[in-house]
Structure formats: C-alpha cells, structure tokens
T-cell receptor, first 111, second 113 residues
C-alpha cells in the first residue's frame, strides 16, 4: 500500500529564510507526486507536480527516487507563504486517480 | 466557470440524523471524489467515482453512501450521523490522467452533536 509521510506538523521560519518541507513516500510503482496548498479560509489547490518540473511562487520540488522523497523548497520565505501544505501521491486505479495525502505541514512565516 | 461547488457550507446534526452533501462541477471532468479532513490526519478519501454510473470505496467509506447522479453531480449521504463524522468534507474532480490536477470545492463543515 502507498503511504505519504510529512514528518513535521508545524514549521516556523523567519521571513527571508530558506524553507524546506519534507515529504517521503512509499509506493511500489512509479508515483506521480504533488504538493497541494491550503491558505487560510481557502480551498485546497495544486501548488506543483513533479511531472511538470515547474517552479510556482518560488517553490520547487525534486523527486528523489533513491530516497523516495519529494521535498518542497523555497530559498526565501515570504509572509504570504504561511499556509497548510500537503504532499500527495497519485496511483492509477480503475480509470480514476486517487490521491493519497500526507497529514500536512503547517508553515508559519514570522515577519 | 464556478469550478467545484458544494452545499451546504456548514451543517449541524444530531446523532442519528441523516443528510446529503451535494457537489457539482462544471469542468466536464469524468472523475469525482469525496474526502474528509480532520486535524492531524490530513485528507482521507471516502469514495470516488471514475465515471458516471460507477462508484468505489476509498480509505474510510464506513457510514457513508454516494450517488453519481450524472457527470456533473456527486453526492455524499450520511444515513445515521455519528459524532465521529464531525469533519470538513471536500469534493474534488479531475480528468482521466494520473498526473492531472484535482480541483477542490470549498468544503462543508459538519458538526454532529
């Protein structure tokens, strides 16, 4: 069975400091990995996905198959980055692609 | 486009009461999902529907039923609510490819007394 682990429930950093939110996964096949973000009082939305190899709002994430990790990084944190971040893994199944979420990390950026 | 909409936004139930949470999407997506979000637990999949006319259990289906009414609508029913079902419920939809984005609704906050 697949599993997504986010070891930190809460991460506090100062504005301008680097940020790294950790995500490890276990899955026997080839995973599709995502980071979703939920800002206060807003709906969950996609931040980025590994297949796109994109940088969104200054965030990047690299899939490391050897370490089974997909850590989210940003060189300089901003106050508007404060939010709940979820790492998620997708596996194919019956024509529908279920997401398995980690328990989330709450990022707090201190002014 | 409204994206994914959910009703109601907030509901209080007494133990044993029943209710249906409604979800609709206007993105012509085939797949739809119901999740619950609990503190410290992340989001857990309750049920999903790969296409109109099909539904399957997710991680935590007990105490729930679903109906895929048509391609747009996917409802979640609590037949006899229990305090353990107090949660925030999210509906989502997506296309057919594993790397596609799932689009989420605004959520329904349910309190069962």
């Amino acid at each position: 069975a697949q599993r997504v682990t986010q070891p930190e429930k809460l991460l506090s950093v100062f504005k301008g400091a680097p940020v790294e939110l950790k995500c490890n996964y276990s899955y026997s096949g080839s995973p599709e990995l995502f980071w979703y973000v939920q800002y206060s009082r807003q709906r969950l939305q996609l931040l980025l996905r590994h297949i796109s190899r994109e940088s969104i709002k200054g965030f990047t994430a690299d899939l490391n198959k050897g370490e089974t990790s997909f850590h989210l990084k940003k060189p300089f944190a901003q106050e508007e980055d404060s939010a709940m971040y979820y790492c998620a893994l997708s596996r194919p199944g019956a024509g529908s692609y279920q997401l398995t979420f980690g328990k989330g990390t709450k990022l707090s950026v201190i002014p | 486009n409204a994206g994914v909409t959910q009703t109601p936004k907030f509901q209080v139930l007494k133990t044993g009461q029943s209710m249906t949470l409604q979800c609709a999407q206007d993105m012509n997506h085939n797949s739809m999902y119901w999740y619950r979000q609990d503190p410290g637990m992340g989001l857990r999949l309750i049920y999903y529907s790969a296409s109109e006319g099909t539904t399957d259990k997710g991680e935590v289906p007990n105490g729930y039923n679903v109906s895929r009414l048509n391609k747009r609508e996917f409802s979640l029913r609590l037949e006899s609510a229990a305090p353990s079902q107090t949660s925030v419920y999210f509906c989502a939809s997506s296309g057919l490819v594993s790397w596609e984005t799932q689009y989420f609704g605004p959520g329904t906050r349910l309190l069962v007394l």
